[in-house]
């Protein structure tokens, strides 16, 4: 089995059923991988961490042009 990453947190399944049956993890399994596709456009792995990852750099880029900008982003379309 996979070490977890360092800081990574397991969240427990919530079957509402409360059973615990394998049947109940994989409705649960499923409906999870379900709201991923809804929500994502996938419910990939892989794709979802490049999602992530993507997401995390757009970010990064942002706060480094904030901080260039002396705290002030720039406004899409304003002229100044």
């Given at each position: 089995?996979?070490?977890?990453?360092?800081?990574?947190?397991v969240?427990?399944?919530?079957?509402?059923s409360g059973?615990g049956?394998?049947?109940?993890?994989?409705?649960?399994l499923y409906?999870?991988?379900?709201?991923?596709?809804?929500?994502?456009?996938?419910?990939?792995t892989?794709a979802?961490l490049?999602?992530?990852?993507?997401?995390?750099?757009q970010l990064?880029?942002?706060y480094?042009?904030?901080?260039?900008?002396?705290?002030?982003?720039?406004?899409?379309?304003?002229?100044?």
């Amino acid at each position: 089995m996979k070490a977890l990453p360092q800081g990574a947190v397991v969240q427990p399944i919530d079957i509402e059923s409360g059973d615990g049956s394998m049947e109940a993890q994989l409705v649960a399994l499923y409906r999870d991988q379900q709201r991923l596709h809804e929500q994502l456009g996938t419910s990939d792995t892989e794709a979802t961490l490049a999602i992530i990852a993507s997401l995390s750099a757009q970010l990064r880029a942002l706060y480094a042009e904030r901080d260039q900008a002396d705290g002030e982003l720039p406004v899409a379309g304003a002229s100044g």
